[in-house]
């Protein structure tokens, strides 16, 4: 059996608001984890994950160019930023919350997208 | 292979090597362009900054989110010569004189919902800075409020975006503000007729970029530009959200260095449609292709039709290249025409929100706050009170996360433990009323419990996204001379 990790492993992550859409721009840490979450991360399970607070459809692109999917969660802002009693008005934290689904993945995956995370923070590091 | 050379502030030169190898042929135009804003409060030194070292033809100043403009519209309905966002004032005060100097034209949408009186204002400052001649662009003409009505009237239904509801009448006589985002035309309009700074209304906000892109390239609407378009609005999304594509809120945050001192983005365009996304040097922040993707894909859609007033982009055809420290090259743009909508934010007053906190120290925290939060479900019943939703949250464990967080093992034993009631309301004292009884837990509640901070009652404008036909808005451009 494939050990059941956090997305956070394999993508990085930044959302943000247009009225009561939330939007998450999941972002892979090296080419075959792109692979992995296109496959892993659905409409179904991640509407599912959200626990209610995805009121209505989840939609996903993506961008084979950028290793990224673009997740479109609908009416999932509590009415949007100026309506709404979170306190995360405009969902910035949203991606946190995606990238905390858990997923199975082959160990291999997972210690080569670690390596790739510190090749590209050591990379910058000096900069 | 790129050859590099470091620009002059009129001619910003960057071919490719086997090109400008080519004996006489000319080198390609090129623009610099900076984002000095990214909301209304942004910070004012990275803007300055940019004036001084950022060899710049034009920045652009976003000061407006989507429902900006209802306050503002508020504002203006009790003070006519109000409404428009006044860190305009200082930020002209402060940039003028270094701007004016070095000939950087300012396209702002601070204007907010009063552009005319907001020009007033800078025309007042430029001439208390001797700069007489200077012409200040005004455009006008995003508000469609007065005419949904004439609008409707030709069939046309202002259907929510958001919900899918056609009814616009359940919300009619609430409206506070209904702004379409307008396109570049009438910005590029006052650059032609060479105005030295241009205030705006709702613009959509890569606009503030696209326009000033269009107007110096030569560019228009005709099928012949398309994805030249299409890449001038790439570029402005890139650099629209100031520090949010140079390390700002970026997942490399560990590696950011010096982001108290930001470099806001630049970005170096070529009339091919590429362009280099960069900073001033020695500025705090990073710009690498992971922190121009994190801003490539934020608070977008169909990532392949990125639909803008000035056109469509489809960033899933673009190449994202890092060209050496701070400087990525983003090419292969493509795009579709213009669409025939633009995109409406229609603000209606929808109630109120109540609000407070509570606090309980060690011993027995979490059991205190667990008690705290049953006494005010029971006393919201026992009074009766009418809310339209209720929230509880507690502090550092589900108040951003809501029921999808994990709830922490029941052995923690917390230093302390708060609670953030909320509740919407119809009326004012009923959104008065949550604060009141989280007031009253400070004395019938468990021992130790700290105040907080109180919260007034808020009104709330809430957000009816919808689209109208272009041809139905009207901006208008005009130029305010200083004399």
């Avoid at chain 2, 309009?189 to 000033?212: F, I």
């Avoid at chain 2, 630049?266 to 710009?287: C, M, P, Q, R």
Wanted: glycine fraction near 8%; charged fraction near 30%.
């Amino acid at each position: 059996m494939k050990p059941k990790v956090y997305l956070k492993e394999l993508a990085f992550a930044r959302s943000g608001d247009k009225g009561d859409i939330s939007n998450i721009g999941l972002m892979a840490k090296n080419a075959e984890s792109y692979q992995v979450i296109k496959k892993e991360v659905t409409p179904e399970r991640v509407k599912k994950y959200f626990k209610g607070m995805v009121k209505g459809d989840v939609k996903i692109y993506s961008m084979d160019n950028l290793n990224a999917l673009e997740i479109v969660l609908h009416n999932a802002l509590g009415g949007g930023a100026t309506r709404t009693l979170r306190l995360d008005q405009t969902g910035k934290s949203m991606c946190g919350l995606l990238q905390r689904m858990e997923i199975e993945v082959d160990e291999d995956v997972v210690n080569r997208a670690r390596e790739a995370e510190e090749q590209i923070l050591s990379r910058y590091e000096s900069w | 292979m790129w050859n590099y050379i470091e620009p002059t502030r009129d001619s910003i030169r960057l071919k490719p090597r086997e090109e400008s190898d080519k004996k006489g042929e000319a080198a390609m135009k090129s623009l610099r362009i900076a984002s000095g804003s990214a909301f209304w409060g942004d910070m004012l030194d990275p803007a300055v900054e940019l004036a001084e070292k950022g060899n710049l033809k034009y920045i652009g100043f976003d000061h407006l989110a989507e429902l900006t403009l209802a306050i503002m519209q508020r504002i203006k309905t009790k003070d006519p010569k109000k409404g428009y966002i006044d860190d305009i004032v200082a930020w002209t005060r402060t940039l003028l004189p270094i701007t004016s100097k070095k000939g950087i034209k300012m396209i702002s949408n601070a204007g907010a919902a009063n552009p005319e009186s907001a020009a007033d204002e800078v025309v007042k400052i430029a001439k208390e800075l001797g700069l007489t001649g200077m012409k200040i662009g005004v455009v006008t003409g995003d508000s469609i409020a007065e005419h949904m009505d004439e609008i409707r009237a030709k069939g046309w239904k202002f259907k929510n975006l958001d919900t899918g509801e056609e009814d616009i009448d359940r919300i009619k006589d609430k409206i506070v503000a209904a702004n379409a985002y307008i396109g570049a035309d009438c910005i590029i309009e006052c650059l032609k007729e060479g105005a030295d700074m241009v205030v705006t209304g709702r613009v959509s906000d890569n606009t503030l970029y696209v326009g000033p892109i269009m107007y110096e390239m030569g560019w228009d609407y005709s099928s012949k530009y398309t994805d030249l378009v299409a890449a001038a609005v790439t570029i402005g999304h890139i650099i629209e959200c100031s520090m949010m594509c140079c390390g700002g809120g970026s997942n490399l945050w560990k590696v950011v260095k010096n982001s108290w001192r930001p470099g806001f983005p630049i970005a170096e365009v070529y009339e091919n449609g590429e362009a280099v996304i960069t900073k001033v040097e020695g500025s705090g922040g990073l710009v690498n292709e992971w922190t121009v993707k994190e801003h490539l894909v934020y608070e977008v859609h169909d990532p392949s039709n990125y639909l803008m007033p000035d056109g469509i982009a489809d960033f899933t055809s673009l190449k994202l290249e890092e060209l050496g420290k701070n400087k990525v090259k983003v090419s292969g743009i493509k795009g579709k025409p213009r669409p025939q909508t633009l995109k409406v934010c229609i603000g209606y007053s929808d109630g109120y929100i109540g609000e407070g906190h509570i606090f309980f120290s060690w011993p027995d925290a979490m059991a205190k706050a667990k008690r705290a939060e049953q006494w005010i479900r029971d006393r919201i019943k026992y009074l009766g009170l009418k809310l339209d939703e209720l929230r509880i949250d507690y502090f550092g464990i589900n108040m951003l996360h809501g029921k999808a967080a994990p709830w922490p093992s029941e052995d923690i034993d917390w230093n302390e433990m708060g609670l953030r009631i909320t509740a919407k309301t119809k009326t004012r004292d009923e959104a008065d009323a949550i604060r009141r009884e989280v007031t009253h837990l400070w004395t019938a509640g468990p021992v130790s419990a700290s105040f907080g901070v109180p919260f007034a009652p808020r009104p709330v404008v809430s957000l009816w996204p919808t689209l109208v036909p272009t041809d139905e808005v009207k901006p208008q451009a005009s130029i305010k001379e200083v004399k």
